[in-house]
């Protein structure tokens, strides 16, 4: 039997180790987990943090994986709890932005040596990496793949969806401080309330959650409020690094239409729509998507 051959990229062959790595935030210490390529040390580094609610096991080392692989060192951290040991599923876009920014400059200078940062963010995160990437923090370029805009996202909901969302936020933000928190499902039941729609989003949101995760599907309804604001896409115009904008053609949180306008303000962007709904970048549709990803980033930021 001729011996098997070997169809991978020379690109997607590197190995790699991985570490924790610690960066002080607003909120104190936090860490992630940083994915070292077996290349020259100064290699880039791309930053990816979760989506709404979401925590980075979510599909996210997969991606840090492929990224190490092709010679870019990867950083996969979480956003801050409420409190000490609150969850970590509080939607708090300001608050994690400044993680953000924390995690960049952590990185920015890895082992003592300048690097170039690349920002990688879906859902949510995608719409963060437009705000920081916006702030023109010398970042070398940015991916935002189906990227979330709250103002957006709610704009697409039912009237009934915002009354229920406002009123469990309300008496969350007035109740907490008292010690009467109240939570929503990340994910609602059949019939049941909850941030995001049972289907498809929703299903495809719970099936990247790892089997050991100890994730808990709910988060402080107060959080919703903050998440309504939110318009990160708006700041789109300030982007002055080269863009990757993936947009989900059946995504059913935000239109890929919002995405598209978000594109066409950034002067040095490429966009991308794809047959997929809002998750599938993180699972079905993983390989195409990372492709086009590699494929941009060997364009723009070279890895050796």
Partial sequence: ???????????????????????ESEAGARRGRLYRPDRPSSSPVVVLGPTV?????????????????????AFVFDHRPVGDDGPRTFVDPAAQVADWRAAVDRV????????????WGFGLGGGHVIRVAAERRRVAATVAVSPLDGRAFARGRSPGYL??????????????????????PVVGGPGEFGLLPRTPAGEAYLDCIPPASDW??????????????????????DVDCPTLVIAAGRDDLVSPETAA??????????????????????GDAFETAVAHQLAFLESVVDAR
């Fill in 108 to 119: 920015r200078r890895l082992d003592g040596e300048r690097r170039r940062v690349v920002l």
């Fill in 261 to 282: 306008a978000a594109a066409d303000c950034i002067d040095d962007a490429t966009f991308l729509r794809l047959p997929v709904g809002h998750v599938d970048p993180l």
């Fill in 53 to 73: 609610a979401a925590e980075s096991t979510f599909g996210y080392p997969r991606y840090a994986e492929r990224f190490a692989r092709a010679g870019y060192a």
């Fill in 163 to 184: 009354a229920r969302a406002v009123t469990a936020g309300v008496r969350d933000r007035l109740g907490a401080p008292l010690g009467r928190s109240q939570s929503v």
């Fill in 1 to 23: 039997m001729p011996a098997a051959t070997d169809t991978r990229s020379a690109a997607d062959r590197f190995e790699f180790a991985t570490t924790t790595l610690t960066f």
């Fill in 216 to 237: 808990h599907n709910e988060t402080p309804a107060r959080g919703l409020l903050s998440l309504f604001r939110y318009r990160p896409l708006a700041d789109a115009a």
